[in-house]
């Protein structure tokens, strides 16, 4: 029998108190040995670790849970092996879970307004986009979370959605498909192929889901209710879809949504999660609302559960319930699920724990001779525990550029260093960096040329002169090749015609 106490410490964690017992683990709050902020520790039960089945599927919903990074969905950090137990560190999300929103909506014979109901389900619907469009080393991973309720949707007192629990989705590489005959899942938010079991299930099952989450926010009842399982799996098996606006004012636009992911037949649907979160967008009702009245809803609906003093101050009460939920016709969500409701969180003394960790474990009571007293237990001590799988830790921001380490003297002052100049951004402030200009090249490139023809005009001049070194030798280098200087010839007489009397005389004829 492995109880867990507080105080414990489970590796590098201590446990600091309980929150709630499941089928498959229990929930604690615990922080890390060094310090930080709170985690959620979830122990998956000893006695199912005999089931290499379940073995597996814990230790694959970890791996799973390491490749997301969304803020729509849940962390999961590590998971290690601590005297005999498994356990997943997760990201703690202070809040409550849709399920116990509603419950408590429907107590008070009021539901959420049709705008907020839009909000979660647009968030919801991008958390699982990002889930079902994952991909892994070869390839597309063909993911489908098979178990979306509202039990697996967490509201943050921040005003955050987040979709938990991917326990038994189906994806590529996992390596283990569901016996014949076993339903995995949650028999209400089922689709019908789900139910049959003889189709290959894909994200389309997510959609159906997530349409069956909507319709009950927006009425505050269940879609699919029964006395036993077999008649539930009839009626999920072929339902019959009522409309929401017989029971609450919904706005017709957001009927004929609803009535398009609830198709039956499953290629009739809208065929993905962002399709889904585009049209939500579009709707008049959309666009609301945001984070911050989410948060405020949630104080005003579960003050009690509002722990953290270091979170900002919400909206009014007053302010949030009336923009935010409105009076319920007939509300009946806490009255249908009152069988399987989980018990409110407490913070167990060492006489209330059971098998599980926290209390008793479903309806069976603390026997005897644990409600005695017993002396005080001794100091914890550090179990041991081995690290399985880790997240990676995100790249460390580059390094600032390196300060220069030149010292400066101002008037009247000796330094010692840059560090112990003035931060004075006018007289210390770097040069800004140059930008590369397409004229630098060019110019480089112009003189080389200028250069390279000034050299060939001194050798062409050097040549014709004779001036080069080697010009005035011979071929066989005996007699100097200098060429006698041109000498000028006479220039002819001119010649002189001797004109005689004869000529004179017949030239006067």
């Known amino acids: 029998m492995a109880v867990v106490e507080n105080g414990e410490i489970l590796g590098e964690y201590v446990v600091t108190r309980p929150i709630q017992a499941g089928g498959m683990a229990s929930l604690f709050i615990g922080r890390h040995r060094g310090g930080g902020p709170p985690v959620a520790l979830k122990i998956a ?11 597996t599927m814990f230790i694959a919903e970890a791996e799973l849970g390491m490749r997301f990074s ?6 999961v950090e590590e998971l290690f092996e601590s005297d005999g137990r498994l356990i997943m560190v997760m990201e703690y999300i202070e809040g409550a879970s849709l399920f116990e929103v509603l419950r408590r909506l429907s107590l008070s014979a009021k539901r959420l307004s049709p705008e907020l109901a839009v909000h979660i389900a647009t968030e919801v619907a991008d958390a699982l986009h990002y889930a079902h469009e994952l991909r ?3 390839g597309p991973l063909n993911l489908v979370h ?11 007192f921040a005003g955050e959605t987040k979709v938990i629990d991917f326990g038994i989705a189906k994806f590529e590489g996992r390596g283990m498909e569901t016996e014949a005959g076993v339903i995995r899942g949650k028999l209400g938010y089922m689709p019908p192929e789900q139910v049959k079991g003889k189709e290959k299930l894909d994200r389309r099952t997510d959609i159906y889901a997530l349409g069956v989450v909507l319709w009950e926010m927006l009425t505050c009842r269940r879609l699919f209710k029964a006395d036993t399982d077999v008649e539930m799996i009839a009626k999920v098996a072929r339902p019959h879809i009522p409309s929401p606006s017989l029971f609450e004012n919904v706005p017709s636009d957001l009927e004929q949504l609803i009535d398009e992911v609830l198709q039956a037949d499953r290629y009739m649907r809208l065929g993905t999660a962002g399709v889904v979160s585009e049209r939500l967008q579009r709707l008049r009702c959309a666009g609301r609302t945001q984070n911050k009245h989410l948060a405020a809803m949630l104080a005003a609906v579960l003050p009690d559960r509002r722990e953290s003093a270091t979170m900002p101050p919400p909206i009014p009460a007053s302010a949030a319930e009336i923009e935010h939920t409105v009076v319920a016709m007939n509300p009946s969500f806490a009255i249908d699920n ?3 409701a989980p018990p409110e969180p407490t913070v167990a003394s060492r006489p209330q724990l059971g098998i599980v960790g926290i209390g008793p474990m479903g309806n069976r009571q603390p026997t005897e001779p644990m409600m005695r007293s017993k002396p005080p237990p001794p100091p914890p001590r550090p179990a041991q525990s081995r690290s399985l799988l880790k997240r990676a830790p995100a790249p460390p921001p580059p390094p600032p550029p390196p300060r220069p380490n030149s010292q400066f003297q101002l008037p009247g002052q000796e330094l010692s260093s840059f560090a112990d100049a003035p931060a004075t951004v006018a007289q210390f402030q770097a040069p800004p960096e140059k930008k590369a200009s397409v004229l630098k090249p060019l110019l480089t490139l112009v003189m080389i040329l200028v250069a390279a023809g000034a050299l060939g005009g001194a050798y062409y001049l050097a040549t014709q002169g004779g001036l080069m070194p080697g010009m005035d030798e011979s071929p066989d280098g005996t007699e100097p090749s200098v060429l006698p200087p041109p000498t000028a010839e006479p220039m002819p007489a001119p010649r002189v015609r001797e004109i005689t009397p004869t000529m004179a005389a017949g030239s006067s004829e």
């Open 136 to 138: 892994g080393p070869s």
């Open 146 to 156: 098979r178990d979306l309720s509202p039990q697996n949707i967490l509201l943050s």
């Open 45 to 55: 039960h000893p006695h199912l670790l005999r089931d290499e089945t379940f073995k």
């Open 338 to 340: 009152e069988a399987m």
């Open 70 to 75: 969304h803020r729509g969905i849940v962390r």
